[in-house]
């Protein structure tokens, strides 16, 4: 399942009232900054204590929910009461795509439904069918419009923390925070899924470690670690598999030599 960006029309979310335009993405964020990770104002840097980034992210947290409830708020149009109906009752496949409409169009808005009906919701089920077709859309979603093309930083992390940063900033760094925990838990689904009792599913686990490595830095280490622990597999054909992607990656990020 192939996910295309849409093009934003700069400023446009923001006349509705919007605080993030919600076609916007990481990727799209850091150009709007220069390609920077955060816009770091001209001050006097200050060292926040452990109560005032807690503090913070509180306040960050309650803007980034406000926000995604005026998004949910919005003016339903056809095609948006036909998803909201489809997640409801619709099958399987017809939920995973409207998820991925939902995530495409919107992907800071629309990021709850992501984690709570992706990554926990549907992912966690235990047929293997619908796994891999849950699997397959997210790491879609991952690589094509939500994960940029640099690692993810926690909350406490952004070089910009300071008290009086402003409420764009705020969702910003608390949705990128949520984002890096999301795809934590999203790779740890892959790593269970490296010890089903089935190989061919150990086999597409691979692959799906493999392209996220091959596409994006976020968590290399990890996903690598994942990757050269499948060497000593029980099943030759997942070992080899293994390999195979192990070497095909070292021919296009000859850095992970390094990692």
């Not at 998820?99 to 495409?104: G, P």
């Not at 490296?194 to 392209?211: C, S």
Request: proline share 4%.
């Amino acid at each position: 399942m192939r996910v295309k960006a849409r093009v934003v029309t700069p400023g446009a979310g923001l006349q509705r009232g919007y605080l993030v335009e919600p076609g916007m993405n990481l990727a799209t964020r850091d150009a709007e900054l220069g390609g920077a990770v955060a816009k770091v104002p001209t001050r006097t840097p200050v060292t926040l204590t452990s109560d005032e980034i807690v503090q913070l992210k509180t306040k960050a947290k309650g803007l980034f929910e406000q926000e995604c409830e005026r998004w949910e708020q919005r003016p339903q149009r056809g095609n948006a009461e036909l998803t909201r109906t489809i997640l409801k009752s619709g099958t399987t496949m017809d939920q995973v795509s409207a998820l991925t409409l939902i995530v495409q169009e919107a992907p800071v808005h629309g990021f709850n439904y992501f984690s709570q009906q992706f990554i926990h919701g549907l992912a966690t089920r235990q047929q293997r069918r619908i796994q891999l077709l849950v699997t397959d859309a997210i790491k879609e979603l991952l690589v094509e419009r939500l994960l940029p093309d640099r690692p993810l930083l926690t909350f406490s992390q952004q070089p910009g923390l300071y008290m009086a940063a402003s409420d764009n900033d705020l969702i910003w760094w608390f949705y990128e925070d949520y984002l890096k925990h999301t795809y934590f838990d999203f790779i740890q689904q892959l790593e269970r899924s490296l010890h089903d009792t089935f190989p061919e599913l150990r086999n597409k686990a691979l692959g799906y470690i493999a392209q996220l490595l091959a596409a994006k830095p976020e968590q290399e280490a990890n996903l690598l670690a994942l990757l050269v622990d499948k060497l000593g597999d029980r099943d030759r054909s997942v070992a080899t598999r293994a390999v195979y992607h192990i070497l095909q990656l070292l021919q296009q990020h000859q850095a992970m030599n390094l990692v």
